[in-house]
């Protein structure tokens, strides 16, 4: 077979396959540059909703951060009104980026290169020269403000979550989530919440990578030595994963205490990533309080296309995946609290805060096996994976040793891929 080179080759020669027997994805879908752009103007550009931030990032008028859907930078920013606004980071006169802090306050943005100035709604509001100096120059008669404004996105809140859209047609935010992800959503966002702080991290490899890994329960009590070895997550725990109806959404959850420890002994025995010879000099980093009235200790909500809700005993946090090419992906890790907790409860969050981000005792190794997959793959574009595990077919499971929440991000994936640009 010939190496695939563009998006269209991909999908039409996508692999088929008979019930049960497994599901394959091209390499090529992770590597070529005409499948990255295609994602921008299909995926990041077309009929979703992608995640920009927390209201609770942005609470007081004037508040604002920068940040990208994709790999287009955008604004969200607080107007006067108390209304959120969110504009693609790029003036209306010569494409400069008008913001080039990642946070702050301020009462209107301005560009620096010519001083054009915008409102917190991202309307044009003054730039200097327009009618000239003592008779020279200035601006056409015709020149109208209104219509050199930066360019708006539309924008829906659910819970305290923060989605904007290119697409005019898109279905409203509650529905593109769907019940199922509303739920979830629901339960960590019960209560108002406070910010505790961001960590970043640059992975060299293709963002759909980490999308397949955020929807891979039968990864993660054998690559995460941490989690196995303490007992935060094993395949034999009370656990599963749910689909929304367009499996573009995922749950994996799972609850510690439900398996017995001689026999994940057995179960794991050899297994590198289960060590009983390990303790903890600290042990406090796993001591916490029940948040929740349930026994569910890990959730790991992957939202279509570009953000991850997670609960790790008392972390909680988003996680916004930025896209810079096909080989190239910056996670942002956004740690928060409930707005009502206490010292003691701020302490145990910051302190679980150490399981996750780059160097995070659980998450460290996932930048490293997206890596690995992308080092590997990278010569052989009409190559494919395999995934099998639980059945090889899309589906909802009640049990954690299953791919099929990864293929139902493939098949949504494909769907949309296949369509028309927006």
Known sequence: ???????????????????????????GIFTETDVYNEEQKRIFRGPNWSFVGLEAEILKSGDFKSTFIGDTPVVVMRDEDGDVHVVVNRCAHRGAKVCRSLRGNTPNLECVYHSWAYNLKGDLIGLPFRRGIKGNGGMPKSFDMKEHSLQKLRVETYKGLIFASFSDTVESLPDFLGETACESIDRIFNRPIKILGDQRQRIFGNWKLYAENTRDPYHASLLHMFHNTFGLYRASQKG???????????????????????????????NRAFNSDFTLQDPSILAGKPDFDDDITVVILALFPNVIVQQISNTLAVRQIVTYGPKEFELVW??????????????????????????????MEDGEAVELVHDGIIRDQDQFSYMGMGGGEPGSSDHLVTESSIIGFWEYYRDIMGQQPA
């Open 240 to 270: 599963g994963c749910k689909l929304d109806d367009k499996f573009r959404h995922s749950i994996l959850w799972s609850s510690k205490g439900t398996s017995s420890t001689a026999e994940d002994a057995k179960i794991y025995k050899d």
């Open 1 to 27: 077979m010939n190496a695939i080179v563009n998006t269209d080759n991909l999908l039409k020669s996508w692999p088929t396959q008979g019930k049960g027997d497994g599901y394959n994805v091209p390499y």
């Open 334 to 363: 956004t740690s928060f609290g409930y707005a009502d907790d206490d010292h003691e409860m701020d302490v145990i969050r910051l302190k679980q805060s150490n399981l996750i981000g780059p160097a995070g005792l659980i998450s």
